[in-house]
């Protein structure tokens, strides 16, 4: 999580209010210890951001947040649910995966930022 540039608490909150976004927090005993955020342009779902703290994960807690936003996306009718994954963050690549996610190799993605850190 990065706390400026697109993720700052301002778009964040924006996004929400949007109604195509799905943030969900996971919680033990009232302690935040996780987090997914997941958008949807109405035909294909992303899982944006999933975030679970270093002394929690290997618990599941990953795996029950993504399976959560991909319900909320099946009950929208939404059927295509799709991430993408930097090389460097290792988990995820391995969580993916698991979880039923296909990887192509022959994508190339493109981005065009306004400006740095966005």
């Not at 924006?14 to 033990?28: Q, R, S, T, Y």
């Not at 059927?79 to 993408?84: F, K, R, T």
């Not at 996610?101 to 493109?110: H, L, P, Q, V």
Request: with cysteine; proline share 3%; hydrophobic share 35%.
């Amino acid at each position: 999580y990065k706390a400026k540039g697109r993720d700052s608490r301002e778009k964040m909150k924006k996004e929400m209010e949007h109604g195509c976004a799905v943030f969900l927090l996971a919680e033990i005993t009232g302690k935040l210890v996780g987090s997914v955020l997941a958008t949807h342009d109405g035909r294909k779902g992303w899982i944006n951001r999933v975030a679970v703290l270093p002394e929690y994960r290997n618990q599941g807690i990953a795996t029950l947040l993504v399976e959560e936003a991909e319900q909320r996306f099946y009950n929208l009718g939404i059927e295509i649910i799709a991430c993408l994954i930097e090389g460097w963050n290792k988990t995820s690549l391995e969580i993916f995966p698991k979880l039923g996610y296909k990887k192509f190799e022959d994508i190339n993605y493109f981005t065009k930022r306004k400006y740095p850190g966005v």
